[in-house]
């Protein structure tokens, strides 16, 4: 708070003043983001991962160059992170924006990316197991070479999106 001054008339006129400070928001377009939060309230009703990052962007007050900054990547590759139907997210850079949003990094994820996350490999083996078959009965069953397999459960290969919605879903 600040008092002004001012002089009039050989008088002196007191007046108080006040200064505040406010976030600006994030987005180019205030409409954007109002209809974005009209339609996710809060993140835990969001499954995909762009608009999670998208949802913890705004609710920081961040731009999108801002976040791509903070975890040294480009501007063009952040948004392609924020955009819907992109399959894989970079785990190095989904632990640098889940420390910037103050979140654990399960929580920027969808299922697809958790289950890489959470180690592909163990999951695949612990599922062969379950099922008490070897790695070609299993293989043979999911329709691919015992060599696939293999990489997969070695995390030597990620699990492409398509092969995890039909066999790991």
Not at 48 to 71: M, S, V
Request: charged share 25%; net charge neutral.
């Amino acid at each position: 708070m600040y008092i002004m001054i001012r002089y009039v008339s050989e008088e002196v006129e007191f007046a108080p003043l006040f200064l505040s400070s406010f976030a600006l928001l994030a987005p180019h377009q205030l409409l954007e983001a109002e209809k974005f939060n009209l339609r996710f309230p809060d993140p835990s009703g969001i499954a995909e991962t762009a608009d999670k990052l998208r949802w913890y962007r705004y609710k920081k007050a961040l731009l999108q160059r801002e976040a791509a900054a903070w975890i040294g990547v480009d501007c063009s590759t952040y948004q392609s992170y924020e955009t819907v139907g992109r399959d894989y997210y970079p785990r190095e850079q989904m632990e640098k924006l889940a420390d910037l949003f103050e979140v654990p990094v399960t929580e920027l994820l969808d299922a697809y990316n958790l289950f890489l996350y959470q180690d592909q490999g163990r999951q695949i083996k612990e599922r062969r197991a379950h099922l008490h078959l070897t790695q070609s009965q299993y293989a043979a069953q999911l329709g691919i070479t015992p060599n696939h397999l293999g990489k997969w459960e070695n995390n030597k290969v990620r699990v492409p999106k398509l092969a995890w919605e039909k066999y790991f879903r």
